[in-house]
């Protein structure tokens, strides 16, 4: 059995260090700017496996716990290139590949020290039923086809009585309490960010309010707020602030 399995994207990624013309602001924010038409010179390029799915998969198997991962990985070379660095990383690629690309990413690096990010989904969306149990699970965003399958999986998970974490993405906190209520009723560990987490109870509230209130379904919560740390909330809240760090690359 394994001792715990990930479910969610696969991406090939394609970080670029190229540097904008300038910067302008523009409805409350700042904004890099490309010239229409204009040839970029790329500083610098490298590649690698990503997604929200493998990235944690890959983090769980660095920590020694036996790890699964389920999620779309097409037929084409990038995935195979994913799944190649997910055996290195002693992860075990349980669905099987499905014909079509690969979610692919091209990554814009070098933006005031924050990125862009350029994404395609690819088969990420369409992934058939896989099933396969452990002492845990991991769910990432899934949409379309894919969140249809994530829930079917859920289903399994709470038959079993199974721990299970939730990390949403902003599209699926855009949706509403009621589309992700399977998910987070009951759930082990609920994390998102402070803005999602403001979207989802339609209210701007601090971190510390925010997993209060996410806390009468979830049975732990961690709410993260970037530089400015993080609180969690298991019926008593906790506070995490974030020492100074040299950022390397924030995606």
């Not at 944690?56 to 716990?65: I, N, Q």
């Not at 969140?147 to 999986?153: E, L, V």
């Amino acid at each position: 059995m394994y001792d715990i399995i990930s479910v969610g994207s696969a991406t090939w990624d394609c970080f670029i260090h190229a540097k904008p013309e300038g910067y302008v602001k523009h409805g409350g924010h700042t904004d890099a700017c490309y010239a229409i038409g204009q040839k970029v010179l790329i500083d610098k390029m490298e590649s690698h496996s990503g997604g929200g799915g493998t990235n944690t998969a890959v983090a769980f198997s660095r920590l020694g716990f036996k790890t699964g991962y389920i999620g779309g990985v097409g037929t084409d070379h990038n995935g195979h290139a994913v799944r190649a660095e997910l055996a290195k990383e002693k992860v075990d690629c349980i669905a099987k590949p499905i014909p079509g690309s690969t979610g692919y990413s091209v990554i814009l690096l070098g933006l005031k020290q924050d990125r862009c990010i350029l994404t395609h989904k690819g088969v990420n969306n369409q992934l058939p039923y896989t099933y396969k149990d452990a002492k845990a699970y991991y769910f990432t965003s899934m949409m379309h086809k894919s969140w249809g399958t994530a829930k079917r999986i859920l289903q399994q998970v709470k038959k079993k009585q199974r721990f299970y974490a939730f990390n949403p993405s902003a599209y699926q906190v855009g949706k509403g309490v009621r589309y992700l209520q399977p998910f987070i009723k009951d759930c082990g560990l609920l994390i998102m960010n402070k803005e999602e987490a403001q979207s989802l109870l339609k209210k701007k509230v601090s971190m510390e309010k925010a997993a209060q209130e996410l806390g009468k379904q979830a049975l732990n919560v961690v709410i993260t707020d970037g530089p400015r740390g993080a609180v969690g909330y298991d019926g008593e809240l906790y506070t995490l602030r974030q020492k100074k760090v040299s950022v390397i690359e924030t995606t």
